[in-house]
């Protein structure tokens, strides 16, 4: 199982961390209206302090991605259990370079953009809606959600 940990299991989580979470529209208490992100914990928002910042408030996401990986470990063990689990070796190769460079390019745009990072959110807010974000397919454009909850 720890062979599959490597092969397997991280690449999974990682892969389902990026491509699918949850979208949050509500307002920041004392700030602003906002789409928050992250499933099953709001880990990340818009930063209030610059433009094109984001806030990112990491022991939700660790939590997050605790969650991701324990799901991951279950249905893997399931699928492992009936069924002998092998993974080729270049397919895990390939997804390990193409994570190390999203992953550098990610935290290139994050120091250059002047994000601000939290232990915890500091500010209350209020949920109006919530959706799925595939692959970053949340909805845009935030004038609608403005309309319906100003």
């Known amino acids: 199982m720890r062979r599959l940990i490597f092969q397997a299991v991280l690449p ?23 789409f928050f992100y992250g499933f099953p914990f709001i880990y990340k ?10 806030q990112y408030f ?3 996401f660790l939590v997050n991605l605790l969650v ?3 799901f991951w ?12 689990v092998t993974v080729n070796k270049w397919l895990v190769g390939g997804f390990w370079v ?3 460079v999203y992953l ?5 745009l994050t120091f250059s953009l002047d994000d601000h990072y939290d232990w915890f959110r500091t ?25 319906k909850y100003s």
């Open 12 to 34: 999974l989580t990682f892969l389902s961390f990026i491509v699918v979470t949850k979208w949050w529209f509500g307002l920041a208490v004392d700030a602003k209206h906002v």
């Open 45 to 54: 928002c818009e930063g209030f302090h610059t433009s094109l910042s984001t």
């Open 58 to 60: 990491i022991i939700p």
């Open 68 to 70: 991701y990986f324990s």
């Open 73 to 84: 470990v279950i249905i893997i063990g399931l699928i492992n259990r009936f069924r002998k």
């Open 98 to 100: 193409l994570y190390s």
């Open 104 to 108: 550098f390019g990610s935290l290139y």
């Open 123 to 147: 500010f209350d807010v209020e949920i109006y809606e919530t959706g799925i974000d595939i692959f970053m397919e949340e909805p845009k454009d935030i004038v609608p959600f403005l309309e």
